[in-house]
Structure formats: C-alpha cells, structure tokens
C-alpha cells in the first residue's frame, strides 16, 4: 500500500509533474495526487504523496516541512488514514 504524506499550503502553480521530481530525491513516489476544485478544476494547493517505504516517507518529511517551495511555506505531515 506505501506510506502516505500530505503536504499543504502549495502555490495553486505547482504542477503533479514538479511536486513528484521535488519528493523523488528521498525515496520512490508510488503516487502524487494534486487536489482540484471539482467545479473549476483549479489546484487547491494540496497534494496527496504515497512513498514506497515508510523510512523514505520519514526522510521527505524531515527535509521539507517547513520549505519554501515556489515562493510559499509549505506544510508536510503524515496523512490521516481514512479506511
């Protein structure tokens, strides 16, 4: 299943491809899903990460919570599981 990230606060720019090139340097990005408004299909500045493993998980969130990726603070943390 992976490990999953959720990180907040994205400029509404950041596309799927840059988010997952941004995260890959830590670990295997399995998946990176890029949340839009449903009705305008704009990003809502939040982005849905699954790693491969949880200590590759671990790494990406110790190095980029708290960054500035373009021009905003960006947020990292472990996503909630929903199931």
């Given at each position: 299943m992976g490990f999953q990230l959720f990180?907040?606060?994205l400029s509404s720019y950041t596309t799927n491809h840059e988010f997952k090139s941004l995260f890959s340097p830590f670990g295997v990005v399995k998946?990176?899903?890029l949340v839009?408004?449903?009705t305008t299909q704009?990003?809502?500045g939040l982005?849905?990460?699954r790693f491969e493993s949880e200590t590759d998980a671990h790494k990406a969130l110790e190095a980029m919570?708290?960054?500035i990726v373009n021009?905003?603070?960006?947020?990292v943390e472990v996503a909630?599981?929903?199931e």
């Open positions: 990180v907040s606060r998946e990176a899903r839009v408004n449903p704009k990003p809502k982005v849905l990460l919570n708290g960054r021009g905003r603070l960006i947020f909630k599981n929903t």
